[in-house]
C-alpha cells in the first residue's frame, strides 16, 4: 500500500495550479528537455522524428497538468458526468490539434524554425490514432472534442487496440491490407495508469444465492486484467481537457512462472498470447457485423472495465447507488457497447445486493442508446449458446430482462403474441439469438437516430413496436455534427482566415453561428477572390498530394469531383464509376474541338473496404483499372482524369475535404443513417451532388437547395423499386448500358473480373437500385457541369453554403444531447476557484 503525506497539499497546489509559461523560452527548454532526457538524444543529434517526439510531449505536459485540473474540479464540485462509450475512436493526429487548442502554434513554430525545421513537416512525423473504421469511429471523436471544448464534463470509453484500421496499399489495382502498428514508436498522446486496472471474468458457472432468488455467484479462473490508459482531448479556447480511457488486456499477471522453471517456456507465456489477443485488433468492419468470438470477448471486457471504472468512481462520492445516474449518463454508440446493461445489473445485483427492480431503474435511468444504421447486416446478433458460454451470468440477465419485457407488455396488449414475438430480445431462430438493438432499447431511456429521416425511419421499421409499447418521447433525434476545429480551422487555415476576418475573431471555431456573417460579404468583389484563391490553393495542395502517392498528375484548374468514404454496395462507388466510363465514351466520341469545350475533370476516389468484403473489393479493381485507361489516354489529356488515393485516413481527408468543387454522397435514398463528410465537405466550401437521403436534406434545407445538386428516387419509393425489380429484369438506361458494354468488351482489361458487379444489377435485383437512379444521376451531372462554368455563381453558392453550416457543428449535437438526454451542464474550470 502506498504511503499518504502527513501534509496538506498546500505545499505543491500553487505548483500544480499555475499555468506554465507560454513564452519561447520556457517551450524550449521543454522541448530540449524532452529531447535529452525522455529521448536521450543530444542536439547534435535531432531527427525529425525526434523533434516531433519531443514537441509533443512537452506539450503533452500542459495538457495532462490542465486534464488534472479540470478532473480535480469536476470532483470537487460534484458534477454529473458523460460517458460516452464506443469500440471506435477514429482520432487521427493530435499535435497540431492541440497546438491550436492552446493557442501555441507560432510559438512552436519559432521554437523549431530555430533548430531549422519547419513546423509541417514536424507535424507530418505523426502516425494517425486509427481506432475506427469510419463515420462512427469518427463521430465518437469529434463528440469528444465538443465536449471538451463546450465544458462539458464527459469522458469517452473505449479500446486500445494495437493495431488499428489496417493500412491500405493498391497493388496491381487490387486493395492489399497491411497491419497498422501504430504503436511501434512512442505515442505521447496516451497515459498508462497501471494503477487502474481491473479483473474481467469469463466462461465459469455460476452458484446461486440460496437468500436472494435474483442473485448470483460467477465463478471462473478465466480473469483477464483490463489496464487503462487515457488519451487527453484538448479544449480549445478553454482550459478544460477531456478524456477518452481506452483500456488494454494486460498480460504479465498471466505469465505462469511454474511452467517457466519447469522449462516450458512458450506455455509459461501461452496465456499472455491468449489475453493480448483481446485487445490487440479493430474489427475492420464499417456497417457489418460478423459475429466473431474474439469481438463479444473484445466488447465485454470493455463494457465490464468501463462499468467498473465508473462505480469505483462514484463510490468515492459515498452518496447511495439510487443516485448514479444523478451524477453518470452513459451513452451507447451503437449496440456494440450494450453488454454494459447486464454488466451494470449484474453488479448492482450480484456484488451491490440491490434488488431487480432497484437496479433496473438505476440501469435504465443511466444508459441512452444511439443507433447508426438500419442495414440489416450490421445488426449485431449473438448466438444464445456463444453468449452462455463465454458469459454465464450476462445470459441470464438477459433472460430475465427479456421476460419481465415481455410480462409487461402482455399486460398492456394482452393475448398479442405475435407482438411478443416480434419485440422478444430473444430470436426464436435456430439457434436462438440475442438482439443487441432490442436489448439496447429497453436498457435505455432514451434512443435516437442520427439525421431526421434515419430517426423517422428507425421509428417506421426496427423500432415501430416499440415506438407502441414504450411511447413516442423516447424516441427522439440527434443530427450529427463534426468539430469546426479540426474540420475547418486545422484542415482549411486559409479559408479560416478568412473567416476570421470577417467574424473580427476566431471566436467562430467554438460558436459555429458567426459563420453567418460571410452573408455579408457575397458582393465584396475582392473578398469573394480571394475566398477563390483560398479553394484553389486546397486543390494545387491536392494535387500534390496524388502526385506523391499515386504519381498521377492531375491539373488544379479541373473541377475536382471527390467521393472519399468506406467502400460499400449501398454508398454506390460503383454508380460513380460508371459515370466516369461513360464520361470517357462520350469524350471519344468528340471532335478534339468539342473535346476543348468540356470542363476538364478530376474525379477522385478513396476509402477501404473490409478485408473480407469481395464485391466492394472489385469496385476498387474496377476503379483503378478504368484510372489506367483513362489516364494514360493521350487524346483525353486533362479532360478527365481517374484517381484512387491509397489508404484514407483522417489525416488524408484533412488534405482531400477542402479541395473539393463537387463531393458525391449519393447512397441509396433511406440507407445512409446521416453521412457526416457531407457536412465536412460543405463547410469547406464544397458543393454536393448527392441523393434525397441522410443529412443531405438537412445540409439542403439550411443552406437552400439551390447550393445542392439531388437527384434519384426518394427514400418511401425504394421498396416499390425493389419489389419491381425482384420479378422484373432492370432496364438500364442507354447511358448505363454503354459503360457495360465497354466493360464487356474489355476496355478495362478482362470484363469476367467486373461482370459480377453488372450482375448483381442484371441478375440480382439491384437491390441499390444503380439503374433506377443513374439517368438522374447522368442529369445532375449536367447540371453541374452548366453551375461550373458559371464562375460567379459558383462562388457565391460556395460562401452561401459555409455560411449556412452552424447547425452541422458538433457543438450543436453535443448541447442537444446534453440538454436532452444526459441532463449535464457545462462546468469551465476557469471558474473553479482551486
Ligand atoms: C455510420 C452511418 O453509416 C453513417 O451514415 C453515419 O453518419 C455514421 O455512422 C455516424 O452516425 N454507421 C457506421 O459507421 N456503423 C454502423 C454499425 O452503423
Keep these: 500500500q502506498p504511503k499518504t503525506p502527513s501534509k496538506d497539499d498546500s505545499e505543491f497546489r500553487d505548483y500544480s495550479h499555475s499555468e506554465i509559461s507560454r513564452d519561447v523560452a520556457t517551450i524550449k527548454n521543454s522541448v530540449v528537455m524532452h529531447l535529452t532526457a525522455t529521448f536521450l538524444r543530444t542536439p547534435a543529434s535531432i531527427d525529425s522524428a525526434h523533434a516531433y517526439l519531443a514537441s509533443a510531449f512537452s506539450v503533452r505536459d500542459r495538457l495532462l497538468q490542465r486534464w488534472n485540473l479540470t478532473n480535480e474540479y469536476h470532483d470537487k464540485i460534484g458534477a454529473k458526468r458523460v460517458y460516452y462509450m464506443s469500440l471506435e475512436f477514429l482520432i487521427g493526429r493530435t499535435f497540431d490539434n492541440a497546438l491550436l487548442a492552446l493557442g501555441l502554434r507560432q510559438e512552436y513554430s519559432k521554437v523549431l524554425g530555430d533548430v531549422g525545421f519547419c513546423l509541417e513537416d514536424i507535424i507530418d512525423e505523426e502516425r494517425d490514432a486509427a481506432l475506427g473504421n469510419g463515420g462512427l469511429g469518427r463521430l465518437a471523436a469529434c463528440y469528444v472534442d465538443s465536449m471538451a471544448c463546450s465544458n462539458y464534463p464527459g469522458w469517452g470509453y473505449g479500446l486500445r487496440y494495437k493495431y488499428g484500421m489496417f493500412q491500405q496499399q493498391i497493388l496491381n489495382g487490387y486493395q492489399v491490407e497491411a497491419p497498422d502498428c501504430w504503436l511501434d514508436s512512442p505515442n505521447p498522446w496516451e497515459f498508462p495508469r497501471p494503477d487502474v486496472t481491473y479483473p474481467v471474468k469469463f466462461y465459469g458457472h455460476l452458484v446461486r444465492d440460496p437468500h436472494s432468488e435474483h442473485r448470483f455467484k460467477w465463478e471462473s479462473n478465466v480473469v483477464y486484467d483490463a489496464m487503462a490508459f487515457d488519451v487527453p482531448v484538448p479544449g480549445y479556447g478553454t482550459t478544460n481537457v477531456g478524456n477518452i480511457r481506452l483500456w488494454s488486456c494486460k498480460t504479465n499477471t498471466l505469465f505462469d512462472l511454474n511452467k517457466f522453471n519447469s522449462g516450458d517456456y512458450q506455455g509459461a507465456t501461452g496465456g499472455q498470447v491468449a489475453a493480448q489477443i483481446l485487445t490487440d485488433v479493430l474489427y475492420p468492419n464499417d456497417n457489418t457485423n460478423d459475429g466473431k468470438e474474439l469481438r463479444l470477448r473484445q466488447e465485454y471486457l470493455f463494457c465490464s472495465a468501463t462499468m467498473q471504472d465508473i462505480l469505483a468512481r462514484f463510490r468515492k462520492t459515498n452518496r447511495p447507488l439510487s443516485e448514479l445516474p444523478d451524477l453518470a449518463a452513459i451513452q451507447l454508440n451503437d449496440t456494440h457497447p450494450t453488454l454494459g446493461v447486464p454488466e451494470l445489473m449484474r453488479i448492482l445485483i450480484d456484488d451491490e445486493g440491490l434488488s431487480w427492480d432497484e437496479a433496473w431503474d438505476i440501469t435504465t435511468r443511466t444508459f441512452a442508446f444511439t443507433n447508426h444504421t438500419i442495414l440489416p447486416e450490421a445488426m449485431e446478433k449473438w448466438p444464445v449458446p456463444m453468449l452462455d458460454k463465454i458469459l454465464p451470468r450476462h445470459m441470464g440477465i438477459i433472460y430475465d430482462i427479456n421476460l419481465f419485457f415481455l410480462q409487461k407488455v402482455e399486460k398492456q396488449f394482452p393475448g398479442d403474441r405475435e407482438l411478443l414475438n416480434k419485440i422478444s430480445i430473444i430470436e426464436e431462430s435456430n439457434p436462438q439469438q440475442v438482439r443487441m438493438a432490442f436489448l439496447a432499447c429497453v436498457g435505455s431511456h432514451k434512443v435516437n437516430g442520427v439525421a ?165 473489393k472489385q469496385v476498387i479493381k474496377l476503379i483503378n483499372s478504368v484510372a489506367e485507361v483513362v489516364n494514360s489516354d493521350e487524346e483525353i489529356g486533362d479532360v478527365l482524369k481517374v484517381v484512387f488515393i491509397p489508404d484514407y485516413s483522417v489525416t488524408a481527408a484533412e488534405v482531400i475535404i477542402p479541395a473539393s468543387d463537387i463531393s458525391q454522397h449519393i447512397s441509396t435514398a433511406g440507407t445512409e443513417a446521416s453521412g457526416t463528410s457531407n457536412m465536412k465537405f460543405v463547410l469547406n466550401g464544397g458543393i454536393i451532388l448527392g441523393t434525397v437521403d441522410g443529412a443531405n436534406i438537412e445540409i439542403g434545407e439550411e443552406i437552400g437547395e439551390e447550393q445542392i445538386f439531388f437527384f434519384g428516387c426518394l427514400a418511401h419509393e425504394v421498396e416499390d423499386f425493389r419489389h419491381y425489380l425482384r420479378f422484373n429484369q432492370p432496364k438500364p438506361d442507354s447511358a448505363l448500358q454503354t459503360a457495360f458494354d465497354m466493360i464487356q468488351r474489355n476496355t478495362f482489361g478482362d470484363a469476367q473480373l467486373f461482370q459480377p458487379l453488372i450482375d448483381a444489377i442484371m441478375r440480382g435485383g439491384d437491390v441499390y437500385l444503380l439503374s433506377v437512379d443513374f439517368p438522374s444521376y447522368i442529369e445532375a451531372h449536367k447540371a453541374v457541369e452548366e453551375a461550373y462554368r458559371n464562375h460567379d455563381e459558383w462562388v457565391t453558392k460556395s460562401i452561401l453554403s459555409v455560411a449556412r453550416m452552424a447547425k452541422f457543428s458538433s457543438d450543436r449535437s453535443i448541447q442537444e444531447y446534453a440538454e436532452e438526454v444526459w441532463n449535464i451542464e457545462p462546468q469551465p474550470v476557469l471558474n473553479c476557484g482551486l
Design 452 to 616: 431526421a429521416i434515419h430517426s423517422d425511419i428507425i421509428k417506421q421499421t426496427i423500432f415501430k413496436d416499440f415506438v407502441r409499447i414504450q411511447g413516442e418521447d423516447k424516441f427522439i433525434n440527434k443530427t450529427n455534427g463534426v468539430s469546426p476545429r479540426r474540420w475547418m480551422n486545422e484542415c482549411n487555415p486559409d479559408m479560416s482566415d478568412l473567416i476570421t476576418e470577417v467574424v473580427g475573431d476566431r471566436s467562430w471555431v467554438n460558436d459555429l453561428t458567426k459563420v453567418k456573417q460571410l452573408e455579408g460579404k457575397l458582393e465584396d468583389v475582392n473578398f469573394r477572390e480571394r475566398w477563390w484563391a483560398a479553394k484553389q490553393k486546397n486543390k494545387e495542395r491536392l494535387a500534390e498530394y496524388i502526385l506523391t502517392t499515386t504519381g498521377i498528375k492531375v491539373s488544379a484548374h479541373a473541377l475536382f469531383d471527390i467521393q472519399v468514404k468506406r467502400i460499400h454496395e449501398y454508398k454506390r462507388q460503383l454508380m460513380n464509376i460508371f459515370s466516369v466510363i461513360y464520361r470517357y465514351h462520350l469524350l471519344k466520341q468528340m471532335s478534339p474541338e468539342q473535346r476543348e469545350q468540356e470542363v476538364p475533370r478530376v474525379v477522385i476516389f478513396a476509402g477501404k473496404a473490409a478485408s473480407g468484403y469481395w464485391v466492394a
